[in-house]
């Protein structure tokens, strides 16, 4: 505009110059079909590559939230897993001792039989009874030891 006024040598404080009037019209509405124009080619697509993106975001937010709830509840069944699990180790532990001393037990009293079984053998056929008496209160320490 400054170069135009400078170039005619007109004044524009003039308001009854029509060629004055039609050529600021003219460049006024240049300028908005230029920014009619960039809107279309910039400023529309901007805004709905914007728009697809904040759904997109929206989108990863929403799996993210869906996927710690899975992974809580995850975690909570895997914690009471653990539990009983536990649990199992130890009942199972607890039989395996107790089988343990089960065949302890089956052991020392097979021991206890066969020296009864000897000490009676060794008897002879007629035993005495006092002997017969001092085999059994043995038999029976024995198995007050156990």
């Known amino acids: 505009m400054v170069d135009y006024f400078y170039k005619s040598k007109k004044d524009p404080r003039d308001l009854n110059d ?4 039609k050529e600021l019209v003219k460049r006024t ?15 529309r697509p901007l805004k709905k590559d914007g728009e697809r993106i904040i759904k997109a975001q929206n989108n990863i937010i929403s799996q993210f939230n869906s996927m710690g709830v899975q992974n809580n509840q995850q975690t909570d069944m895997l914690v009471s897993q653990s539990a009983g699990v ?3 180790v ?9 089988h343990l001393q089960k065949v302890q037990l ?4 097979s021991e206890i039989l066969e020296c009864y079984i000897k000490g009676r053998e060794n ?5 005495r009874q006092i ?12 198995l007050n030891n156990l």
């Open 18 to 21: 029509e060629l004055l009037k």
């Open 29 to 43: 509405d240049t300028i908005i079909a230029f920014i009619k124009v960039m809107e279309e080619e910039l400023l």
């Open 86 to 88: 536990e649990k199992i």
């Open 90 to 98: 130890t009942y199972l532990q607890k039989l395996d001792t107790a």
């Open 106 to 109: 089956k052991t020392k009293f």
């Open 123 to 127: 008897m002879g056929i007629v035993p």
């Open 131 to 142: 002997d017969k008496d001092n085999l059994t209160k043995q038999v029976r320490q024995q």
